[in-house]
């Protein structure tokens, strides 16, 4: 079922499991635009309790759901504060602003994911008729282009009383918020109780093939559904991956530690290599790095060498490496992934 291959480029690379394909092959199904599919609806109440949110919904990618929630919250010419290095206002194709009329309002995201609370408080817009309303401040946890750190208890709720005083609704991007909450050693409720609503991937570290919860009030949700409809991801027998997300609940959270022991791992492994430069220690379960300017091999090229090793690698900005670990990439595949580097620079450099 699964190649030789190390797959280091993202955890959503993740295949499901034996275990998920078997809950899959027997989940029992309905219309789920009927309401009708018991395993969503299972999959709904138990994401809803894990995070100690009134309801959530099941929706087809962490991309839908942030936009649903976005405009869910806000109205057209409303404005959103997010990070300048977030997913939502770098790499979803601008959809609030193309499909929801709603403006982003970019901040620097600091190099430990924050946005500065000062930051976002002048960012807040007057009441002025030549200005935008200001509705809704994002942050994402974890911070994927910041190398995966993690966002704190204790900033989460200060952020939520800054949005609160200010009469702002707080979304939490949490494609990885399981990642978090592990990394913290906090039960997940905690860190996403100060928000109105967050998203999060079942089909990343969570190893689900498809999909992503949005969660918040009875009332949010509500709204969220008729949106989900619009925007074409009412899906039917729904069950079949939702089987997954149970599975992705009740067995993966409970395992992401691994992940991250393994990032360190490679992190210190990778430290080893003459020319790579790591950067700052894993936070999380992803491993970020450079070339040394002594490299001569394109960031392409080192893939591609990698890749005849059996180690699939993505580099994520020119000379900066990614790698993300997950549930398929054991100890053996972290060794293998230090010894593939080591050879190809080597080589290189013997050439
Ligand atoms: C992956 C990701 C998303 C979007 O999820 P898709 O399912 O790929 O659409 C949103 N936010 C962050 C931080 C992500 O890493």
Not at 219 to 235: D, E, P, S, T, Y
Request: proline share 4%; glycine share 8%; with cysteine.
């Amino acid at each position: 079922m699964n190649s030789d291959f190390v797959d280091l480029r993202s955890d959503t690379v993740t295949k499901p499991t034996p275990e998920m394909r078997e809950a899959m092959a027997e989940a029992e199904v309905g219309d789920d635009v009927y309401g009708d599919d018991p395993t969503v609806n299972k999959l709904q109440e138990k994401a809803a309790e894990m995070l100690g949110k009134q309801a959530a919904l099941f929706v087809p990618s962490g991309t839908m759901g942030n936009l649903i929630a976005i405009l869910t919250h806000c109205a057209r010419g409303e404005e959103v504060i997010v990070g300048d290095k977030s997913h939502i206002y770098v790499n979803e194709a601008g959809g609030m602003a193309a499909l929801g009329g709603v403006y982003p309002h970019p901040v620097p995201n600091q190099t430990d994911g924050t946005l500065r609370l000062e930051d976002i408080r002048a960012s807040i817009q007057p009441d002025d008729s030549h200005r935008t309303i200001t509705r809704l401040v994002c942050v994402e946890n974890t911070q994927n282009m910041c190398g995966g750190v993690v966002l704190s208890v204790d900033y989460t709720q200060q952020v939520a009383q800054l949005a609160k005083e200010n009469n702002l609704k707080f979304h939490i991007d949490g494609a990885r918020i399981f990642n978090a909450a592990a990394a913290l050693d906090v039960d997940i409720k905690e860190l996403v109780a100060p928000a109105d609503s967050v998203m999060f991937c079942l089909s990343k570290g969570l190893a689900s093939p498809v999909g992503s919860m949005l969660a918040g009030t009875e009332a949010f949700i509500a709204k969220a559904l008729r949106l989900r409809k619009m925007l074409g991801g009412g899906m039917r027998q729904a069950g079949v991956i939702a089987a997954a997300g149970l599975v992705s609940l009740e067995k993966m959270t409970g395992r992401l530690k691994q992940d991250h022991a393994r990032a360190r791992n490679l992190y210190e492994a990778l430290k080893q290599v003459p020319r790579l430069r790591l950067e700052a220690e894993p936070s999380s379960n992803m491993v970020y790095f450079r070339l040394d300017d002594s490299v001569k091999l394109t960031e392409s090229q080192v893939v591609a060498e990698m890749k005849k090793y059996g180690v699939l690698v993505d580099w994520s900005a020119p000379r900066q490496f990614r790698l993300v670990t997950h549930y398929w990439v054991d100890d053996a595949g972290v060794e293998k992934t230090a010894k593939a580097f080591a050879d190809v620079l080597s080589e290189e450099s013997a050439g």
